[in-house]
């Protein structure tokens, strides 16, 4: 395992431009943004800089909805439960566990019904904090590096889908063009900079109007649901349940998008350059939920639901275990169904290997028929 780097941003930035410089001068997008996060030991989210928290006076950048109320994993469990025992299985499956708590929360609340709980993380600093989050745990919680040949047991995977690298398709005067990162010299030394070339790569859909127009698509994150679907299909079969900030296709690529969904977060401050303070912020872009879904019923899982955050928690009971809490705990909850905080912008898709149950989180409120 690569040792963390406490001040990552020069040796990383040194390490794109020889990339960019062995590539010809261009890399796309996609290999700059893997990167800025995934540079082993330098990445933002392989470095050991503070990322998660409620506050920016800790030197956090941004919050998750586990650290931001219990309640959160206590409700997902009961859908994680009841995929348990519809699929036969006794082990759950996280990717990019961050702090530990969602895991945390869901340990506690499912107790005996779960054997193993196993974490597929790429850093190593968040391993050892989860560790210390889960020490409690210690018996049932195991890490991966590296994806195994068969997966069984039901997946979760929170704010996992935007952080994985896109590439950027930029359509100018009618002509589309891939939009890549170049090294350029700046005032206090070398820097980057935005270059497109042009591409046969096209949005999955057409865009209408003769508008320039900026936009992502998701070829790693569908590959992964793809990698999924054949390693849940190679076991004894399972669920996966996706929770992240995203649109179907046809609001996604919608005409008056065209600026494109990229954004970093900064303690706690939301912009739109990734170019600059790299390693030291993230770096997301929404999800497509329809090339999710079609990824994985291409390669043989089937659809349970999608629905908003809201609905999805409301169905499984969230309004019950904040009418049994405090009024703090209360306000803190109200903001993951709260339709201008992550209610309605945070999507959750679900995904089996078989067709013959109903998941209890879609019952209200599905908009699969919108993928």
Known sequence: MTAPNLNPSSELTQRIHQAIAQAGGWIGFDRFMAMALYEPGLGYYTNALQKFGAMPSSGSDFVTAPGMSPLFGQTLAVQVRQALQATGTDEVWEFGAGTGALALQLLESLGASVRRYTIIDLSGTLRARQADTLLKYADKVCWLDAWPDAIEGVVVGNEVLDAMPVQLLQRTRGDWYERGVVSAAEVDGLGFAWQDRLTDLRPPVDIDGEHDYL????????????????????????????????????????????????????????????????????????????????????????????????????????????AASSLAERSQAQRLVNEHEMGELFKVVGLTTSTDWAAQGFVRGDRSHRL
Request: charged share 15%.
């Open 215 to 322: 936009t992502e698509i998701h070829l790693q994150a569908e590959a992964f649901v793809a990698s999924l679907a054949e390693r849940l299909l190679a076991g004894k079969g399972g669920a996966a349940f996706f929770l992240d900030y995203g649109f179907p296709e046809g609001e996604y690529f919608h005409p008056q998008r065209h600026m494109g969904t990229v954004m970093c977060h900064q303690l706690h401050q939301a912009d739109p350059d990734p170019l600059v303070a790299v390693g030291q912020k993230d770096i997301t872009a929404h999800v497509n939920f329809t090339g999710v879904a079609l990824a994985a019923q291409n390669a043989g899982l089937h659809v349970l639901g999608y629905a908003s955050q809201a609905w999805f928690l409301l169905n499984l009971g969230l309004a019950e275990r904040m």
